[in-house]
């Protein structure tokens, strides 16, 4: 038993590879063709080509935008959404000088006035809380910190 080396035996057709590997070939150039035709046609196409394929595209978008609107019941012009949408600020923006004003002039018939009264001299007056009438308030019952006396010598009374 010596050495016995493997030994294979490749049988090969190569017609049969050779013809199929011709048909591939032709296969891919027709699609190399095709698609390099495609990429010509529109390389050579002049300017007016390119512009009337953008008027197709503009009126075509305008009449789906049309349709949209028949069917819809709504605006299909940008144009006339745009004036509505700048009437409407308009419209609110009037409304709103107008209180503006309004307010303005009434505060000139009746301003607020602040009035700084001076103590010195006077008697001191009671002061009243919001939540009580005049006519329940006794002098011997106040509510705390309601005083008609100073505490100290510099405080004031409001």
């Known amino acids: 038993m010596g050495d016995q080396k493997p030994v294979l035996q490749v049988q090969l057709n190569v017609d049969d590879i050779m013809k199929e590997t011709v048909t591939l070939i ?3 150039r027709e699609e190399i063709e095709i698609v390099s035709n495609a990429v010509n046609l529109h ?3 002049s300017i007016d080509g390119a512009i009337r394929n953008v008027a ?3 009126g075509d978008v305008e009449t789906i935008t049309k349709n949209m609107a028949i069917t819809t019941n709504a605006f299909y012009q940008p144009v006339l ?3 509505s949408l700048l009437i409407l600020v308009l419209l609110l923006l009037s409304i709103l000088l107008f209180c503006m004003l309004r307010t303005r002039r009434e505060y000139k018939k009746q301003p607020i006035k602040l009035k700084f009264r001076k103590r010195r001299g006077r008697t001191a007056t009671r002061r009243v809380p919001e939540h009580t ?3 329940t308030i006794n002098e011997e019952a106040q509510p705390p ?3 008609t006396t100073a505490k100290r010598k510099n405080d004031t009374l409001v």
Do not use: C, P, Q
């Open 145 to 147: 910190g309601y005083g």
């Open 56 to 58: 197709k595209i503009v």
């Open 26 to 28: 032709k296969a891919v």
């Open 133 to 135: 009438s005049t006519e």
């Open 81 to 83: 959404l745009f004036m």
């Open 43 to 45: 390389m050579n196409e």
